[in-house]
């Protein structure tokens, strides 16, 4: 059969695409409406009260703010992807802390991804980001804070690791250390995540003042940027805290131990073998539908 041809712009091509597979009655299996072309097809946050609703990883935000484009000491990054939302504790966070690192010797801070306007599954990218409490923080010390919007699109991040994946680069500097300890030290963090080369060598360097050290987190990828994961704010009745806690994760302890040690060891060793092919396919956050999320998301999404 041939198709009429209508000519539509990319934006009216992908809100009919999205309202097609939602407004579909009977549809089933691939295609019910993804949740993550539901939430990646709206423009700003809820007319709600601030909340996050589920886990970092399976949820939404109602009432998010955007962080302001630039500011004093930040800019944020790739304007395009329209991730710069979050609950107001996370711009407060992102704010304060981009103080710290003018203060710390940087000019600011380049701010990644934070979560969209809504939050909710991705249509690339994170897993998590979904409910206004992560974002991701450049290992780009800024040269400047007045980057045009092309700018941010085209620069990219630098990688403080090696290839091999077991030490630092020489894009290391004492300041990285000192503002990762200022991002850990803030009461509302939960955990960060880093590549492990990083946390072994702020493990080797922190002296006597070691608390701050359970927070940081070894995970793969995360040298091009940092990942800061904030707690459930006080009063947020839907937020899922997650489990086990970077407590229990480090037995009450800072973390450096075998289990970061595993990462530029074993970890490295099992990436050479050929990868599982898992026996049941594995359902991403990329299939999830409205359903596989919090009930409250649907109103979230609908809210004005
Ligand atoms: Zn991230």
Same mark, same amino acid.
């Not at 030490?167 to 004492?174: A, E, I, P, V």
């Given at each position: ?8 712009t990319g934006t009216a091509?992908i809100v ?27 423009? @700003? ?21 955007? #962080?302001?484009? *630039?500011?004093?000491?930040?800019? !944020?990054?790739? #304007?395009?992807? &329209? ?13 304060? =802390?981009?103080?710290?690192? @003018?203060?710390?010797?940087? &000019? ?24 206004? #409490? ?10 400047? =804070? ?20 077991? &030490? /630092? *680069? ?13 991002? @850990? ?10 590549? @492990? ?8 360097? !922190? ?41 229990? /994760? ?17 970890? =490295? ?34 809210? &004005?």
């Amino acid at each position: 059969m041939k198709l009429p041809k209508i000519k539509m712009t990319g934006t009216a091509w992908i809100v009919a695409a999205v309202l097609a597979t939602a407004i579909w009655p009977f549809s089933t299996g691939a295609e019910e409406a993804k949740a993550n072309r539901l939430f990646g097809a709206i423009a @700003a946050g809820s007319t709600q009260d601030p909340d996050p609703v589920g886990s970092y990883a399976k949820g939404c935000l109602a009432g998010g703010l955007q #962080l302001p484009d *630039s500011g004093p000491t930040w800019q !944020a990054m790739r #304007l395009s992807r &329209n991730r710069n939302w979050g609950h107001p504790a996370l711009l407060d966070y992102v704010i304060d =802390l981009s103080e710290r690192a @003018a203060k710390l010797g940087w &000019n600011g801070l380049y701010i990644g991804d934070m979560s969209q306007p809504r939050g909710g599954p991705m249509t690339s990218g994170h897993r998590s980001h979904q409910i206004g #409490l992560d974002v991701d923080i450049w290992m780009l010390p800024p040269e400047r =804070l007045n980057l045009t919007k092309e700018e941010r699109e085209s620069k990219s991040s630098i990688s403080i690791r090696t290839p091999d994946q077991k &030490n /630092l *680069s020489g894009n290391w500097t004492d300041t990285h250390m000192e503002i990762l300890k200022a991002a @850990a030290e803030h009461p509302m963090v939960d955990r960060i995540f880093v590549t @492990a080369p990083a946390k072994i060598h702020m493990c080797r360097h !922190a002296g006597k003042d070691r608390a701050w050290l359970q927070r940081i987190r070894p995970l793969y990828g995360h040298h091009y940027h940092f990942h800061v994961r904030l707690k459930c704010p006080p009063g947020s009745t839907e937020c899922v805290t997650q489990t086990p806690t970077a407590a229990q /994760l480090s037995k009450g302890g800072d973390g450096c131990d075998a289990t970061l040690r595993w990462w530029v060891t074993g970890y =490295l060793e099992e990436l050479k073998k050929p990868p599982k092919e898992p026996a049941v396919p594995v359902r991403g956050v990329r299939d999830y539908t409205m359903a596989d999320l919090p009930e409250r998301c649907t109103q979230v999404l609908a809210s &004005n």
